[in-house]
């Protein structure tokens, strides 16, 4: 068994199957974060799609082979936050709504039920809560992701807990009266 | 652990991951799969999924008859890939033996000796022929853990064969496509520094080989051709031709409606050959990208080779035919088929 650190040297100096190798083990995580962004299937199987082949381009650049999940990650990010933009210019006035009106929560087991709210999220909060509490890592590891300062990271932690949180108790009700004034 | 953060596990958990579809996208990706393509979009040129960097690994497994045998048993490697390799199972190669430049660079480590035989570079693709001399069995095809780069050019497309000699070991070609952005270089640097070489099982040789060598640019005649055909929404551009000793260059376009691709997502334009002389000829493609201002995304411009060219054709007739494919909903594809081109040589 050939381990990671070898098999992304091997990429690094040109060998393919060893780059396919290290993407089959990624794309389980490399779909579930363009999903996230992109809310379908379709879409994120193309963001899913365009990150391979980004690798493909510039694998010979990753200068340290440690950072390869860390690169990755980063490409798909990048490329997904890039559709996102692209889309946002042609959405149709008649198809912006306020969400639906959300009954405060009880328990959590019905807020878990309400689990669009992550999707609902600001991209910049959505990137640093998934990579901070589903992939673990650390502050310092993100920042060198998203290739922002640590502060930043730290401060869109605690802004995107909290507006998660703010979302999970039926805040919508609150916000939409607010924008109505 | 706080709601918020079992909300955060939940709705990634929740995520159902398609497996089967992911792995098929890097197969193709990775592989040609005429038909089968997902877009690449890429700011100023966009280079196509399935040709760029497909590894091609063939099998090097053939059954020579006695005769055959003996006649291979006399040629010796070293010096004599090309023709070994076009004496056993690809006559397409018999002319490189002449006219490739000689590289004669050998790289001894861990008791393997790798040679860098000879070596062809015509303008769209680096030919190599290759030795491995070791008394160890990798099997009938095994694998170099990376194949050679080219200095400061990336490469778009790649592979080798490797073929089993008996009493040596192996020998094979490696064909390199670089993905040139402006012009062609009249030279280049190829640099390869293998660390081993795999079986098709468990066997492995580590070791230490280093190759860097240069290559010139082989003498072309380049011909302008600018002739158009066109069907069911897709015309096929040929631009130039540019013949070297060794090679026949074809470089076409493929321009699509842009209304075709409402339906379709994909297309992607071939061609087979024949001569004046009755030779039929395979012409597969180097590779293929679009400019930022094409107007479609699939208005592609490509390169294509013949490498055995009858030397007494006075003409060759190109047949070009389009796979165009849906890939989006239920995947589809059909051929549509062109005019014949010809051109005089």
């Known amino acids: 068994m050939i381990n990671k650190s070898k098999l992304v040297k091997r990429a690094i100096k040109g060998d393919q199957l060893a780059l396919q190798q290290l993407l089959q083990d990624e794309q389980g995580k490399l779909y579930k974060m363009a999903f996230i962004y992109m809310k379908n299937e379709d879409d994120a199987l193309e963001v899913f799609q365009q990150t391979v082949l980004e690798a493909i381009e510039s694998i010979h650049q990753l200068k340290n082979p440690d950072y390869f999940s860390t690169w990755l990650t980063r490409i798909c990010i990048n490329i997904s936050l890039q559709e996102i933009r692209k889309r946002k210019k042609v959405v149709m006035l008649d198809n912006l709504s306020f969400p639906e009106e959300v009954e405060e929560r009880t328990s959590i087991e019905e807020q878990l039920d309400l689990s669009d709210v992550l999707y609902e999220l600001d991209e910049k909060y959505k990137s640093v809560l998934i990579l901070r509490f589903y992939y673990d890592q650390t502050v310092k590891q993100i920042a060198q992701l998203l290739e922002c300062p640590e502060g930043t990271v730290k401060t869109n932690i605690h802004r995107g807990l909290a507006l998660l949180k703010q979302k999970m108790k039926g805040a919508y009700k609150d916000d939409r009266r607010e924008k109505s004034y | ?345």
């Open chain 2, 1 to 345: 652990m706080t709601d918020e953060k079992k909300v955060i596990k939940k709705t990634m958990d929740d995520i159902t991951v398609p497996n089967q579809k992911l792995e098929n996208i890097l197969e193709r990706t990775f592989k040609k799969n005429v038909g089968q393509r997902y877009k690449k979009r890429r700011r100023t040129t966009r280079y196509i999924a399935t040709a760029a960097l497909a590894i091609l690994l063939l099998s090097g497994t053939v059954a020579f008859n006695p005769v055959m045998a003996n006649v291979l048993g006399q040629i010796p490697i070293i010096g004599n890939v090309f023709s070994y390799i076009s004496s056993a199972t690809k006559p397409e190669y018999n002319k490189f033996s002449q006219l490739a430049t000689p590289i004669s660079h050998t790289e001894e480590s861990n008791g393997v000796i790798i040679t860098t035989d000879q070596g062809v570079f015509d303008g769209t693709t680096i030919t190599l022929s290759v030795s491995i001399q070791t008394k160890e069995n990798l099997g009938d095809s095994p694998m170099f853990d990376s194949i050679p780069t080219i200095k400061d050019i990336p490469l778009s497309n790649g592979g080798y064969n490797l073929e089993k000699v008996e009493g040596f070991g192996y020998a094979g070609i490696i064909q390199l496509k670089p993905q040139f952005d402006e012009s062609i270089p009249e030279n280049l640097t190829v640099i390869w520094n293998p660390v081993a070489i795999e079986g098709a099982t468990s066997e492995r040789i580590e070791g230490d080989w280093n190759f860097n060598f240069n290559l010139e640019k082989a003498q072309e005649n380049i011909q302008l051709i600018n002739k158009l055909v066109s069907n069911e929404g897709i015309t096929i551009h040929v631009k130039e031709t540019r013949q070297t000793d060794l090679t026949l260059n074809i470089f076409y376009q493929q321009l699509v409606d842009p209304n075709l691709l409402n339906e379709w997502t994909a297309v992607e334009a071939e061609m087979m050959a024949s001569d004046n002389l009755g030779n039929v000829y395979e012409v597969p493609y180097n590779g293929g990208f679009a400019d930022a201002d094409a107007q479609t995304p699939e208005d592609l411009q490509w390169s294509a080779t013949i490498k055995d060219l009858d030397p007494n054709a006075t003409k060759i007739i190109l047949h070009p035919f389009a796979t165009i494919s849906r890939l989006d909903k239920e995947p589809t594809s059909k051929i549509v088929v062109f005019d014949e081109i010809e051109i005089e040589l």
